[in-house]
């Protein structure tokens, strides 16, 4: 959308008024649900210093702790999102350029936070099953070395 307006405002001395503002939108959009594919994959900085030195049982409750405080922190956000949304609602307020209601765009909180807990519970019924000597941390130079492996 940006590359075509761009485009269109030196080639033809014209532009889209509301290319700027959808762009924004889809970037965030895209930001946001990204973080939620991120959880997906297990690729967010952590830092795993002393939790990768405890015996295999103790690693395994931290994980746990850790993704049950990350569901509630994400559904939280989720929450006070969609409160938004409804206060959005009753404002009835329109976008600038796109003239849309404004609820539509900030939708996308409560959707990829409610999206991101649910990765996050994914994962936490995955490490829950999983036995405690099995539980392997996320490695990105070992995913890097895989990853050329795998292109030989």
């Known amino acids: 959308m940006a590359f075509i307006n761009v485009v269109l405002r030196y080639a033809f001395d014209m532009s889209l008024p509301w290319a700027g503002e959808l762009t924004n939108y889809l970037f965030i959009w895209s ?43 994400l559904l939280l956000i989720s929450y006070f999102g969609y409160q938004l949304i409804l206060m959005l609602m009753d404002f009835g307020e329109m976008s600038v350029d796109l003239h849309v209601p404004m609820w539509v765009p900030q939708l996308v909180i409560p959707l990829a936070f409610l999206t991101a807990a649910y990765r996050v519970a994914e994962k936490l019924v995955e490490l829950y099953r999983t036995d405690a000597k099995e539980i392997k941390l996320f490695s990105e130079h070992e995913a890097i070395l895989e990853e050329i492996k795998g292109e030989k």
């Open 31 to 73: 930001a946001l649900f990204g973080a939620a594919y991120g959880f997906k994959q297990g690729a967010h900085i952590s830092i795993t210093l002393i939790i990768e030195r405890l015996p295999a049982i103790a690693m395994k409750f931290f994980l746990i702790f850790a993704n049950i405080l990350s569901i509630a922190y």
